[in-house]
């Protein structure tokens, strides 16, 4: 993503923006990891942890940046309201951070994962 101003160009990587969805999203209520898109994604997450845009897909249009979330929700909290606050939350974060308009955040849940009551 490019951002012009009058002193020069802006260009921020689709990593570092999926490095500020990623810590918003893991904040939230109700989620307790971040899943791959795909099989394989899910995989090589599984195995290598520190990746910071697991889960994350971003991308630009005109109206701005669309957000592709795969997360692991808690067992026993109401899904609808996790993936709304995760939603607002990413938004936020990332308007606020970058000063570009969000068109689009959408939380795909992947898995369900009783927590071990150790938070």
């Not at 490019?2 to 500020?20: F, H």
């Not at 109700?30 to 994604?41: H, I, K, L, N, Q």
């Not at 939603?87 to 009783?114: C, D, I, T």
């Amino acid at each position: 993503m490019s951002k012009e101003t009058n002193l020069g160009e802006i260009d921020i990587s689709p990593q570092a923006i999926a490095a500020i969805v990623s810590e918003a999203v893991l904040e939230s209520y109700g989620v307790v990891g971040m899943a791959g898109a795909r099989f394989w994604d899910r995989l090589v997450g599984w195995l290598r942890r520190d990746r910071p845009q697991r889960g994350v897909e971003v991308s630009v249009s005109d109206a701005g940046l669309i957000v592709e979330l795969y997360v692991i929700v808690e067992y026993g909290t109401r899904i609808s309201e996790v993936a709304y606050g995760v939603m607002n939350r990413v938004k936020f974060s990332l308007e606020r951070a970058l000063g570009v308009p969000v068109a689009e955040v959408n939380v795909h849940v992947q898995e369900l994962r009783v927590s071990n009551g150790e938070q």
